[in-house]
């Protein structure tokens, strides 16, 4: 028997964060081992009108890709993915493996080869999301892999990611979600009016300019759940240090301790405690994989642990992340990069935020209500 949440997070899916119309082409794209979920993805999706199309892949194509494609087939891509980009009205991404270090030992070249090529179809669909002709969200399908990675039990690992999602049998999600959405846009208006942001925390004190870039508040509609507001900073103006406490995951793999010292806009020295050999492999990707494509800031408070999981973990309230490489175009970034690594910094018991150098964060909290200010016109790049 499919458990009630399960039901319950499909069609918020389908009618909150996506809003699936009649006629609508929805693609929804998991692994077998979240087979129940897409079941109810797709009825829910039917119930809208839409027309559901599933691509269910099987788990450890990835490892023997890796491991035994040539180059030119490693960086292949189809021009039915090509197609499909430019012609599906939305896409559905549920996160759901069996083993969360498949890629573990695999080739750290080959693997940022690889996501790399595939990084083109991703930019892509940004723009089509950007120009308002398609919608994406992605979430996770609770799987043992995961519990054990969270160190939980799958029973109270379920409970944790529905009970973020607000799907649990008393709950209202789309009245919780709509509510967060106007608290979220209020602050993310409020910071459209500063010009730089300064984050002094341990072994941090690292400066960015964001004049001019837009702020997007994450309200459900991009991840579920979802809590945060971020933005692209102006490329060639971060300046300073930063040390990330968690371990930075990327493809399954676990990068510790990651410091990193910015000059002009790029990381001009990095190191790991552990994994520096696959940080400076992510790094020299390309050459926008040293630039930040992303600052934002955690506010999601009843995401309170460290999971190993980006979706929950860059949400924790009172943290921020920073994501080197590609960047929101959306919200007038200009970086282009095969990578986009969340990195996440602990700010929540000695950390400060200061906006034009007025303290504005104070160890994971701003200091008061958003002040109401005027929207501005959306960013666009040049």
Not at 39 to 44: C, K, N, T
Not at 189 to 206: A, H, K, S
Not at 328 to 357: P, T
Request: charged fraction near 30%; aromatic fraction near 8%; include cysteine.
């Amino acid at each position: 028997m499919t458990d009630p949440r399960v039901a319950k997070l499909a069609d918020l899916l389908v009618n909150y964060s996506l809003e699936l119309q009649p006629g609508d082409i929805v693609r929804l794209d998991g692994g077998t081992v979240a087979a129940p979920f897409v079941r109810e993805l797709y009825r829910s999706a039917l119930r809208a009108g839409a027309n559901p199309r599933t691509r269910v892949e099987v788990e450890g194509l990835d490892v023997i890709a890796v491991g035994e494609a040539s180059e030119e087939q490693l960086t292949f891509v189809s021009e039915i993915d090509r197609f499909e980009v430019e012609n599906v009205d939305a896409i559905v991404t549920i996160w759901a493996d069996r083993n969360t270090r498949a890629l573990s030992e695999a080739d750290p070249e080959r693997v940022s080869k690889r996501i790399a090529s595939r990084r083109q179809l991703t930019n892509r669909f940004w723009e089509r999301i950007d120009e308002g002709k398609a919608k994406w969200v992605g979430t996770r399908f609770p799987t043992d892999a995961h519990a054990q990675d969270a160190e939980m039990s799958l029973a109270g690992y379920e409970d944790f990611v529905y009970g973020a999602c607000h799907v649990r049998a008393e709950e209202d999600p789309v009245a919780h979600w709509r509510a967060v959405s106007v608290e979220l846009n209020a602050r993310a208006l409020e910071l459209n009016t500063f010009t730089e942001l300064r984050v002094v925390g341990p072994d941090t004190d690292l400066r960015l300019n964001v004049a001019g870039r837009e702020w997007l508040a994450a309200d459900g509609k991009l991840n579920m759940p979802d809590g945060e507001i971020f933005t692209s900073p102006v490329e060639t103006e971060t300046e300073g240090e930063i040390r990330f406490s968690f371990p930075a995951i990327f493809q399954g793999r676990g990068v510790e301790d990651v410091r990193l010292r910015f000059e002009g806009g790029r990381v001009v020295h990095a190191e790991a405690g552990n994994g520096n050999e696959f940080l400076q492999s992510l790094l020299d990707m390309d050459d926008g994989a040293r630039i930040l494509g992303e600052v934002a800031f955690g506010l999601n408070y009843e995401i309170d642990r460290f999971t190993r999981d980006i979706l929950f973990d860059e949400k924790i309230g009172g943290t921020m992340h920073f994501a080197l490489g590609s960047s929101f175009k959306m919200l007038g970034g200009q970086n282009d990069s095969g990578l986009h690594w969340d990195m996440i910094c602990d700010l929540r018991a000695d950390g400060e935020v200061y906006a034009d150098g007025e303290l504005v964060w104070k160890a994971g909290q701003f200091l008061h209500e958003p002040r109401p200010v005027a929207a501005r016109e959306p960013v666009t790049a040049s």
